[in-house]
C-alpha cells in the first residue's frame, strides 16, 4: 500500500512543519508532481528545512505516475552527514513506473557525499533504481526491485570523472535487490560496483535474488582498467537467472557473484556469503587474476559450478577454523571441491549445520524487507544423507526440499 499523499521533493511538503520559503512553496495533496522540475536536494535548501523534509518524506510518485528522478547532490561534510529516511512508523515507496526506458532515467542518483539513505524501496525505474557516484553514503535497509537495469549500482559521475573522483568508501548494509529485468536481458544484476569505482566499497549483510543477470557484479574492462577491491560479506545470492514469475533470459550472466573481468587484476574481499541456486557459476572470477581473499563461504545448488576460480593467486581459506571439520580440502585444483574426511551420517548432519553457522553467525542476521525472517544459522538448512568424502557444497540443503 501507498501512503495517501504525494511528496514532490521540489516542493518539500509534508506532515512536519516546515518554514514556508519562496523558492519551496507548500504544495496542496492533489499538486502532479509530474509537472514539478525534477526532484534536487541542492545547496539552495537552508539546513534546518532541509533535515526536516527529509525526515517528512512518504512517497514520490503513485502507479504510472512517477517519472522524474530523485538526484542528491549537495555534498555535506562527515559531521554533518544529511539523511533521507522512511517517515517514522511507514514504508515509503518510490515508484517510478511512468519512466521509458533510458540510462539516464533512474530512480535516485546519488552524486553527493556523507549520505544516508534509509528505509526506502525503490521500484520500476527505467534503468538503476539507485545510482551512487558520490562517496562516504551509506544505503542502508534499501529495496530495490523490479527496475530495469541494475537495482543499485555504484558508478562514476560522468565519462570523464578521472579515477580519483570515482566513489568510495560508501556502505550498502541489510538490503535487498530483486526482480531486476533490462531489455537485452544481460545488464540488470541486483548489485553492482563495476566499471569506474573507487577503493573502500563494502556490501554487508545484503540479499540478492531472482535478477535476470547476476547477483553481484564486479566487472571491470579494458576501456577503464581496475576497479578498486571491493567487500561484500554476510550476503546472500540466490535464484539469479529467473525472476520470481520465471521469466529467463538466455543472454544473462545468472551467477550468485561475479568478480571480475577482462583479465584485469582486482584484489576483493569476499567472506561468510552464501550462494544458492543460482543459474550458472555460485561464485566466479570471471578472468579476475587477482589476489582476492575468499574465505568461509557456501555456495549450493548452483547450476553449473558452485566455486569457479579457473587461474590467479586468490587466497582461499578453509571454514574448518569455526567448523571443526576433519581433513578438509580441496581438490580438484581451481574448481574448490570442498570435501569432508571421516564423516558419518549423523557427523554429516552437524558439520552441514556448522558450515552455514560458519558463513552466517547466530547475531548476524539480515533485516531487509521479507528477508528479515532469513536465519540459516536457526537451521534453515538441513543436510542431506552422506558418506565419507560427501562433498560439503552439496551436502547442505534448503529446508523443505
Known amino acids: 500500500m501507498y501512503a495517501s499523499i504525494d511528496v514532490p521533493m521540489s516542493a518539500l511538503y509534508g506532515r512536519l512543519a516546515i518554514r514556508r520559503e519562496s523558492a519551496f512553496p507548500l504544495l496542496s495533496p492533489c499538486h502532479d508532481w509530474r509537472q514539478a522540475h525534477a526532484p ?21 510518485g503513485t502507479g504510472r505516475r512517477g ?10 561534510r562527515q559531521r554533518a552527514r544529511t539523511t533521507l529516511s522512511a517517515y517514522p512508523g511507514e514504508s515509503p515507496v518510490l515508484n517510478f513506473s511512468g519512466q521509458s526506458e533510458s540510462s539516464s532515467n ?27 557516484a558520490g562517496s562516504n553514503n551509506v544505503i542502508e535497509r534499501v529495496v530495490t526491485a523490479y527496475n530495469r537495469d541494475t537495482g543499485l549500482q555504484l558508478g562514476r559521475i560522468s565519462s570523464g570523472a578521472p579515477s580519483s573522483q570515482w566513489p568510495s568508501n560508501n556502505l550498502v ?3 535487498e535487490s530483486h526482480d531486476t529485468k533490462d531489455s537485452t536481458g544481460e545488464n540488470a544484476d541486483g548489485f553492482a560496483s563495476k ?49 520470481s514469475d520465471g521469466t529467463q533470459n538466455k543472454n544473462g550472466d545468472r551467477n550468485g557473484y561475479k568478480l571480475g573481468g577482462d583479465d ?5 574481499l569476499v567472506r561468510h556469503d552464501i550462494a544458492y541456486r543460482n543459474g550458472h557459476h555460485g561464485f566466479t572470477y570471471n578472468s579476475n587474476p587477482g589476489t582476492m581473499a575468499v574465505s568461509h563461504n557456501v555456495s549450493v545448488d548452483n547450476t553449473d559450478r558452485d566455486f569457479a576460480f579457473d587461474k590467479g593467486t586468490s587466497v582461499f581459506r578453509h571454514l574448518d577454523r569455526h567448523q571443526r571439520l576433519p581433513l578438509l580440502r580441496v581438490l580438484r585444483g581451481p574448481r574448490l571441491v570442498l ?8 557427523d554429516l548432519r552437524r558439520q552441514g549445520r556448522d558450515a552455514v553457522r560458519a558463513a552466517w553467525p547466530a547475531h548476524d542476521t539480515l533485516r531487509a524487507g521479507h528477508h528479515a525472517r532469513w536465519r540459516p544459522a536457526r537451521s534453515r538448512f538441513r543436510t542431506v544423507s552422506g558418506g565419507r568424502g560427501h562433498p560439503v557444497t552439496t551436502a547442505i540443503r534448503r529446508r523443505g526440499r
Do not use: C
Open 339 to 346: 570435501r569432508l574426511g571421516r564423516s558419518s551420517r549423523g
Open 173 to 175: 548494509v541489510s538490503s
Open 264 to 268: 584485469i587484476a582486482v584484489n576483493h
Open 40 to 60: 534536487e536536494i541542492s545547496h539552495r535548501m537552508r539546513r534546518s528545512a532541509r533535515r526536516h523534509a527529509l525526515r517528512a518524506v512518504r512517497h514520490l
Open 195 to 243: 566499471l569506474t569505482t573507487g577503493t573502500g566499497n563494502v556490501f554487508r549483510y545484503d540479499v540478492s535474488h531472482n535478477n535476470i543477470d547476476d547477483g553481484w557484479d564486479l566487472y571491470t574492462k579494458t576501456d577503464t582498467g581496475a576497479i578498486g577491491p571491493v567487500a561484500i560479506e554476510y550476503a546472500l545470492s540466490y535464484g539469479n537467472g529467473t525472476l
Open 67 to 76: 517519472h522524474r528522478a530523485v538526484r542528491v547532490t549537495e555534498r555535506q
Open 106 to 132: 533512474r530512480g535516485i542518483q546519488l552524486n553527493a557525499d556523507y549520505w544516508h539513505l534509509y528505509g526506502l524501496t525503490v521500484e520500476h525505474a527505467a534503468d538503476n533504481g539507485i545510482y551512487v
